[in-house]
């Protein structure tokens, strides 16, 4: 007998377990707690995740995800947009956003440079970040990125690409310590971070 009564069931499992931190005892577990739902939830669940691929974009000027062309934030006439936070990742926007201390928009690199897992300047959105910059004056860019080796390597290649497109290039205040994720800091130590920025010293 196979290792699962079903060949549905341990497709589920499979797929399941292709998730990061999912070993497949955990798969199994929800995978059977998936089954135990009403039909139209398990529809529902799966109707949800197929979305991620079909209907979600990313924003044609910061790279955040969004539901069209556009991100809510640029597209919002409230937002500073003479501040661009340069940031790794999408969580790190929902994590700046979190504190409620900044009103600017954002550019999201997708990543940061690290030659040990084969990432480079190309790889990210720095071009795009350059062409904001050459299309628009009297910028405020903001280098929040994480305090580790790469972080930090990062912020001083974008400097140096960015030098003279910016009116100026600041970064988070060092209540974040060495080494640290944004994505892990506390909303208070981050929004205070981005409050005390100070000019970026490569």
């Known amino acids: 007998m196979n290792e699962y009564p079903s060949k549905v069931l341990q497709e589920a499992v499979e797929a399941i377990s292709s998730l ?3 070993g497949a005892r955990s798969a199994l577990r929800l995978a059977l707690h998936l089954l135990r ?10 109707s949800s995740v197929d979305a991620l691929a079909d209907k979600v974009h990313y ?3 910061c790279n955040m995800i969004a539901d069209s062309e556009q991100c809510g934030i640029c597209s919002d006439g409230r937002r500073d947009h003479s501040q661009i936070c340069v940031v790794e990742s999408v969580r790190d926007v929902m994590s ?12 999201v690199l997708g990543g940061i440079i690290s030659p040990i897992n084969g990432i480079g300047p190309g790889d990210l959105s720095i071009d ?19 305090g580790d080796v790469e972080g930090e ?3 001083f290649y974008i400097y140096r690409k960015i030098e003279g497109l910016a009116a100026r290039i600041s970064t988070l205040a060092r209540g974040l310590g ?6 892990y800091a506390d909303s208070l130590t981050l929004g205070r971070s981005i409050v005390n920025r100070q000019e970026f010293r490569p």
């Open 37 to 46: 739902q009403p039909s139209e939830n398990i529809h529902h669940f799966a």
């Open 153 to 155: 390597t990062t912020s």
């Open 178 to 183: 060495f080494g640290d994720d944004l994505e």
């Open 59 to 61: 924003c044609s000027t």
């Open 20 to 22: 990061p931190g999912v």
């Open 128 to 146: 795009k970040l350059v062409e904001r910059l050459q299309n628009q004056s009297g910028v405020e860019v903001i280098l929040a990125l994480s």
């Open 96 to 107: 700046i956003e979190a504190t409620g201390q900044y009103n600017g928009v954002y550019h």
